[in-house]
C-alpha cells in the first residue's frame, strides 16, 4: 500500500510509514518552495477544479498550491451542480469519463455526496483528489491537520485531541480520526451535545485500533489536559441546529484559554460561527488562521507533487 | 464563401468544400498536436469564455483547446444571466462591445436564447463562436460531430443517420442536420415522441437539399439499417416532459445493439439520463464517451487556430 | 499621503497631485503598453479577484489588467456570497485573514455592504482594491471616470457635470463626487426623481470643498450648458423603483443631444437600462462604450502597478 499513490480517496489509505518517511518530509520541502516563491517542477501539468459544493479556502489552496509548483489550473468551476452539465442529470461517472479525455493530469473533486470520490476514482486513469464528498470525508483536510500538530507539538503518538462541536456532520474530524487511529497512546475526548454526537462507524474504527475516546458534553471540564483543542462548526445547511452551541459548553473562550496548557493549540477547519471568540485569534496557542492556513498549501503541494511527478 | 472564417454562429454558414478540404484535415493535424502535448502556436492570444447557460464539455472542452495551442483564458464566466451584469438588464450587444474593448482575440459565447450568436457577431469585430444559443443552433457541436462520423466511418455520403429523442428541443440534431445536407445521398430517420418531433423549418431545409427523411416512434424498426445512432436527452428544463421516453421505445440498450449493424456507431452529445443503457457503453460501437469526447478537444482546437492565426 | 499607496479603499485617499503627477502620468504610459499587447513587469505576481456581487466588467477589466502586465490571477470567484465559505457564515476578516496566508501579491476584493473594503484592509498584510463595496464607493470606477474626463476634455478644473438617474443609490456618482471636490470651479446639477435624490453625506462634502451644486428634475432644463453627462441606472436590486424614469426628463436622447453642447461627453457606468437611448450611441460624444471602457483597462493596469512593484 502507498507503494505508488494513484488517487486521494479517504483518510484510511495512508499509512503511518507512509505519513512519517514521505508526506512528512516532502510537506516540509514545500515550505521551502513556497518561501522562495515557488518552482516549476510541475510546469506543463495540467488540473481540473471540479466542485459541487462551495469553497474558499479548499479550491483556493488546491489553485495556490499547482500554481506554486509551475503547473496551470485549465479548467475550475464552482459549483458544478448547479452551473453544469450535472443540472441535467449527467452521473457523476460520466462527468469524471468525459473530464479524462481532456487531458488532464490531475482532477481536484468536491462532491455533494458521501463516497463520489470513491465513484470518480474508479472511472478515472487520472489521479483524482477527494476535496471533500458530501458528510464523508474531507482526507486533505485531514493531512493538512495531522502535520500542523506534528509540526507545532512536535510529535502525535501519546497526544489528547479534544474535538468539540457538531461531531454528527463534521466530516473533518473524522477523517482525522481515520489518521490518528494510525499512531499510539493517542486519546479523544468528543465533545458534542446529545444531537450532534460522533457516529458508531468511527467509534468502531478507534476501538479496533486501539484509540481511547472518551464523550462529554463540556468543554471545560476537560480543557486543563488537552494538547489539541479540535473545534468545529455547527453545519446548519446539513440540518443540525444546535442551540446547545449558544450556551458555551462547546465555546473556547478566554476562560478555557485560561485553564488550557500553554503547549496545546487550538485548531478550526474554518469557517467559525462564532465556536471560537475573537480574543482567542491573538493567542499563540491559535493555529486556525495561520499555522493550520499555511499547512493547508504546503500539504496540496506535497499531494499534487506526490501525484503528478 | 469560407474564404477568411470570421465568426462562427451557425451550421449552415459552412460549405462542403471548406469542411473537406480545410476543416478535416487540420482537425486531423490537432489531432497529433494533442498526442503531443501541445504546441505554442496560439502564445499570446487572449479568449474569453462567457456562458450565459451551464455547459460543463463546452466551456471545458474550448478552454483545453485554447490551452493544448498556447492561448490563455483570460476571462471566464459560468453563468453570465445571473452573475454578470446582464443580471441588471445589459442588452447582449453593449456586453459584446464592451468585451472587444477588452482586446481579446475571441469569445467564445454560449447564450441562452436563440439568435444570441448572430446579435453578438454583428456587435462584435473580434470572431465570436456560439457555444449554443437556446434551443437554436450549436454549431461546434455539429462539427465534432461530423469529424467523429467521418473519422470512425470513413464517409458522410451515402450514410442513414437516425436521429432519436426530443427532437423538438434539441439543437444538437438541429445544427447536425443543416451540416448533413451539405452532403449527398444522406438519409434520416427521426424517431420521436409526438410530443417531441423535428421541427419543419429543419425538415423543409432538408428537403430543399435532397436530404431523404422519415419519422417514426419505435428505434427497434430501423435500428439494423442505421449507420447512425444519434441518441439525445430529454431537456426537461426547456419543457419537455416525454413519459415515453421511459417506454423503451427510444432508448438504446442491448436489444438495439443485437439488432445493429457490426459498422454502426453510438453517438449522444451528453449528459445522458437514461436514453443509452450503461450495458452499451463497453460496446465497441458506443463513441460518446471516448471518440465523441475526443473530437470535441481536436475539431475546437481547429476552430480556434483558423479564426485566431 | 500617498506617499505609498497601500490599498485602493475610497475616492476620498487620493490627492489632487497624486492624480495629476502620478496617476494619470502612469495611465498614460499603461495606455501604451496596452497597445502594444502587454509587457512582463508584473511578471511572477498573484491576483485573487475575490466578488460577492456580480460584475462582468469590473472582474474582467482587472484580470486583463493583470494579463496585460504579465501578472497571473491565481484564484477568482464570482459571487463570494454563494460559493464560498462565506455561505456558511464566516466572517469577511477571518477570509481575508486566510487569503493572506497563500501568498496573493493583491487581493481585488467586491463585497455586498458598505465598509467592506475598509474591513479587509484592516485585515490585509497586502494590498487591497476595493472593486465595489454594497451602496459604499466604487474608488475605481471614479478613477477610470475621472482619467476618462481628463482625457476627453484636456482638463478637470472649471467643469460642469450632470449627475442624472439613481443618486441614491448609485456609488458610482459618490465616488466620483469625492474626486471631484479635490478639483477647482466644479459645478455639479444633481438631476434625479425626489424618490432618488443624492444623499446628505456627499452634499456636505461637496460644501466643505467648495463645489457648487444645483438639485433639479427635469435634464433638458440644463444640458445647453453641460460638459459631462453622467448617466445612471435604477438600481431594482437596491429596492428602487423609478417610474419617473420613464417619463424622459432623465434620459438621454437625440433631443438632449440636439442641445449639448459639441464639446460635451456622455458617460455612464453600465450596464444601461434604457437611461440613454441606442441613437445616442454613435454621436461622437457618447463615451460609454468606447473610451470609458478603455479608461477602465489602462487605470487598473496602473494600480496594479502602483500596488504591486
Redesign the interface.
Known amino acids: 500500500m502507498n507503494a505508488e499513490l494513484r488517487h486521494i480517496i479517504e483518510a484510511q489509505q495512508f499509512s503511518r510509514e507512509w505519513l512519517e518517511n514521505e508526506f512528512f518530509p516532502l510537506t516540509d520541502e514545500m515550505r521551502g518552495i ?1 518561501k522562495q ?2 518552482c516549476d517542477i510541475l510546469s ?1 501539468k ?1 488540473m ?1 477544479s471540479f466542485f459541487y459544493e ?4 479548499t ?3 488546491f ?2 498550491a499547482m ?2 509548483l509551475g503547473g ?1 489550473v ?7 451542480t ?10 457523476l461517472r ?2 469524471i ?3 479524462n ?4 493530469d490531475v482532477i481536484v473533486l468536491r462532491y455533494n455526496e458521501e463516497g463520489g470520490a470513491k465513484i470518480a476514482a474508479e472511472a478515472s486513469s487520472v489521479p483524482i483528489i477527494n476535496a471533500g464528498d458530501g458528510s464523508g470525508q474531507h482526507p486533505t483536510q485531514a493531512l493538512l491537520d495531522l502535520y500542523t500538530i506534528r509540526r507545532k507539538l512536535g510529535r502525535i503518538d501519546g497526544i489528547l485531541v479534544a474535538m468539540i462541536g457538531d461531531l454528527f456532520n463534521g466530516r473533518t474530524v473524522r477523517s482525522l480520526c481515520y489518521l490518528l487511529g494510525k499512531f499510539s497512546d493517542i486519546r479523544i475526548c468528543f465533545i458534542a451535545p446529545d444531537e450532534a454526537k460522533m457516529k458508531e462507524d468511527i467509534k468502531d474504527y478507534l476501538r479496533r485500533h486501539n484509540v481511547s475516546f472518551v464523550e462529554g458534553n463540556d468543554l471545560r471540564v476537560v480543557a486543563p489536559e488537552v494538547d489539541v483543542f479540535y473545534q468545529t ?1 455547527t453545519q446548519k ?1 446539513r440540518g443540525t441546529n444546535i442551540s446547545a452551541m449558544e450556551t458555551g459548553l462547546f465555546v473556547i473562550n478566554g476562560e478555557v484559554l485560561d485553564s488550557a496548557k500553554d503547549s496545546s493549540i487550538i485548531m478550526h477547519p ?4 462564532g465556536e471560537i471568540t475573537l480574543e482567542v485569534d491573538s493567542d499563540s496557542r491559535a493555529v486556525y ?2 499555522d493550520q ?2 499547512s493547508g ?1 504546503f500539504t496540496r503541494m506535497a499531494e499534487l507533487k506526490m501525484l503528478l511527478s
Open positions: 513556497f516563491g515557488g506543463g495540467r481540473i462551495p469553497s474558499t479556502r479550491r483556493a489552496s489553485e495556490f500554481d506554486y496551470n485549465v479548467f475550475s468551476t464552482e459549483n458544478a448547479q452551473f453544469s452539465s450535472v443540472a441535467k442529470g449527467e452521473t460520466d462527468t469519463t468525459v473530464l479525455r481532456y487531458g488532464p462548526r445547511e474554518l469557517p467559525r460561527v488562521l495561520t492556513i499555511d498549501v
